[in-house]
């Protein structure tokens, strides 16, 4: 836990040592400077370690006046659609000087002494008449200068309301200064949006399920792309005959972009905060927002901007209510997150209420966009590195219970490997006195049927301790086949196989001692049946196995073997009468460990005789189906390939 938090402190460390850099310790000095009568004196101003800033214009308001008519006009702050801007600078002394100002929204004609110096646009008192345009203009004094008059006519027919310019006096360095101080900023402010790009890009891209970096990526790109592509100063220096039209258009169409962005990365951020009809209609309501203003050329009516507004503003106050109800359920990347996005929306609607010129109170006076873009882009950052502690968390817990896990696994097995262990030992240390209980058994039953007078008693017995010993025998090797299928050293050795033969000697020596419930054996073959590739010694364990099964749950009914050939397979069924099965039971019969009541109602067996049938047909290659009915019996069907036709197997192999 120390760890991350260390490496969170030092991250916002950064973070805010950029900021202070870029916009604290970064910003230009300049000092306001008031004037009187239009007139702005400097004499007095120290301007060899500042710039002086003025907005300290006489306003004449629909009158374009030349500067010798500037005496004959009337000064006011009524709205219009043109007029004039004047104003008298005197410098504090004989040295060279820079005067920038920029034009006014959105036609300017500049005299500088007197003299027309520059022409933005088209100035007219009549709106087919105007052009607009736009320019930062910068005008080097002579050294010697002491007073300058400056007169701007314009003219704005998009509003009533035009900005009021701003005029920079300095020294030629320190102008320079300014200028690389904006351009510093401008590209550092690229630089944050081509990083976050690219950051975003490659998360996208190493799990393309993100989808909140997609977008996150695509608003980095779309911002990128206004910084240094669509900026009005550049797309002036690439065609200087554009229209403001033009680039209002482009401005409303990022505005539109940015803003369904946006909202899609609120909503993969979010799932779920808020249904999908009404993200549709929103989303609707934005691209069509997009439409109008390339079809109106950016000359968008204020009451649908404000329509849009309206709609952006209760979508926004409506997600934003949802967050605050998920604040206690959200992840900290997410409250970092949710911060951002407050913040860049109201900077967002702000700026475009600032482009439109129709501000409400303070909002919308000036643009905050481009700074509040860098936070937002900082603080999402920010999340992703929160997101990535939380990640790395989560890992480190899934390795360590992976350990965990891995550790009981290995210690499971161990004990698995000593269970199968023991039951090979047990099972071996059973066979031997079993069989030799079993040799005896037949040596005495043999010697009773020697003698003149035979013991049926004695011979009755002998048979039932021979028959308990076969099948002890029979239970030990399905404990010792159990812990070579778990072990994978089931051996096989594969020879031709005469079927029919097997099955007539199996059922000549080990029927009569199966068969305790009375029952009636019936063979049908269909001869001639070819022989097949198989193991002599596991096929007769699967036939002794399920002719065990019929007899037991079968009491003086009949048991049938039945052998055909079918097609490309030799097909073995036993069926009998017996007790049948449910589906339920059909499904499981196959599992270790499933026992069943038989002919007697007594629930006998290991459960595991049909399972180690099941792994030695298809060791064959083959298959076995059941179909049982209850109180009818059961038919089990095995079906083995033919001599070279899918065994793979060859005669005399071992495996």
């Known amino acids: 836990m120390r760890k991350p938090v260390l490496s969170l402190i030092c991250f916002i460390g950064i973070v805010t040592g950029v900021f202070v850099f870029v916009f604290i310790l970064g910003s230009f000095p300049e000092e306001e400077v008031r004037g009187q009568d239009g007139v702005i004196n400097l004499e007095e101003l120290d301007l060899n370690t500042k710039v002086a800033r003025s907005t300290s214009w006489n306003h004449y308001p629909r009158q374009l006046l030349k500067p010798e008519e500037i005496e004959k006009g009337k000064t006011g702050e009524v709205k219009g659609n043109y007029g004039t801007f004047a104003m008298t600078i005197q410098l504090p002394d004989t040295k060279s000087y820079i005067i920038e100002f920029n034009s006014v929204e959105f036609a300017t004609i500049v005299y500088m002494d007197g003299k027309k110096v520059e022409e933005v646009g088209k100035v007219s008192t009549r709106e087919s008449e105007y052009k607009a345009g736009r320019k930062y203009c910068y005008y080097v004094m002579e050294e010697g200068t002491r007073e300058v008059d400056i007169t701007l006519q314009y003219a704005n027919f998009r509003s009533e309301r035009s900005d009021v310019p701003i005029i920079l006096v300095g020294l030629p360095e320190l102008m320079f200064r300014q200028q690389a101080h904006k351009d510093f900023l401008r590209f550092t402010i690229l630089a944050v949006y081509l990083a976050g790009f690219i950051l975003f890009s490659g998360l996208y ?13 695509l608003i ?13 100063q ?21 505005i539109g972009l940015l803003v369904f962005l946006l909202f899609a990365f609120i909503t993969s951020l979010f799932p779920g905060i808020i249904q999908k009809k009404w993200g549709r209609r929103f989303n609707i309501a934005t691209w069509s927002f997009i439409i109008l203003s390339v079809i109106t050329m950016g000359r968008i009516s204020t009451l649908v901007t404000a329509l849009y507004l309206l709609i952006g503003v209760v979508m926004i106050t409506f997600l934003f209510i949802r967050m605050l109800g998920m604040v206690r359920s959200l992840l900290p990347s997410q409250l970092v997150s949710t911060m951002g996005l407050t913040l ?24 905050l966009l481009q700074r509040t873009m860098i936070l937002f882009v900082f603080l999402q950052m920010t999340a992703l590195f929160l997101q990535s502690m939380e ?7 899934t390795r360590e219970k992976e350990a965990a896990l891995a550790a009981k696994n290995e210690t499971l097995q ?3 490997r000593q269970r199968v262990q023991f039951l090979s030992g047990i099972s071996h240390e059973l066979k031997t006195p079993l069989t030799i209980l079993s040799n005896y058994a037949q040596l005495t039953k043999e010697y009773a049927k020697g003698k003149t007078e035979p013991d049926e008693y004695t011979e009755h017995k002998m048979l039932l301790i021979t028959s308990e010993a ?55 073959f269909h001869e001639p049946v070819p022989q097949i590739i198989a193991d002599e010694k596991r096929l007769k ?6 002719i065990n099964n019929a007899v037991r749950f079968t009491k003086n009914g009949k048991v049938s073997i039945s052998v055909y050939q079918q097609g490309k397979e030799i097909v073995i069924a036993i069926k009998d009468t017996g007790v049948g099965m449910t589906e339920e039971q059909i499904k499981t019969i196959f599992q270790r460990y499933t026992t069943s009541k038989d002919a007697n109602d007594k629930r006998t067996g290991t459960g595991l005789g049909l399972y180690i049938v099941y792994s030695i047909v298809q060791a064959h290659n083959g298959r076995i189906e059941v179909e049982s009915e209850v109180g009818k019996g059961s038919t089990f069907t095995i079906y083995l390939p033919k001599e070279g036709n899918g065994s793979g197997k060859e005669a005399g192999a071992i495996n």
């Not at 891209?205 to 990526?217: D, I, M, Q, V």
């Not at 980095?220 to 009005?232: K, M, N, S, T, Y």
């Open 470 to 524: 076969e099948r002890m025998a029979v239970m030990v090797d399905q404990v010792l086949d159990i812990a070579r299928i778990e072990e994978g050293r089931m051996n096989y050795e594969w020879r031709k196989t005469d079927v029919i033969a097997l099955i007539r000697e199996m059922v000549d020596v080990y029927y009569p001692v199966l068969n305790k419930n009375h029952n009636k054996m019936e063979m049908n």
């Open 205 to 217: 891209l190493f799990n393309s399920r993100n989808k909140e970096s997609k977008y996150f990526a």
């Open 234 to 254: 550049f797309i002036f220096m690439i065609r200087p005959d554009t229209s403001l039209d033009t680039i209002f258009m482009i401005q409303f169409v990022f």
């Open 220 to 232: 980095c790109l779309l911002l990128a792309v206004r910084e240094f592509f669509i900026q009005e």
């Open 391 to 397: 990640v790395e968390r989560q890992l480190s817990e």
């Open 344 to 367: 860049l929306y109201v900077s967002l609607f702000n700026d475009m209420l600032h482009h439109m010129q129709v501000p409400i109170g303070f909002v919308g006076r000036v643009g």
């Open 414 to 416: 161990q004990v698995d």
């Open 541 to 546: 364990q699967v036939l002794i196995n399920l």
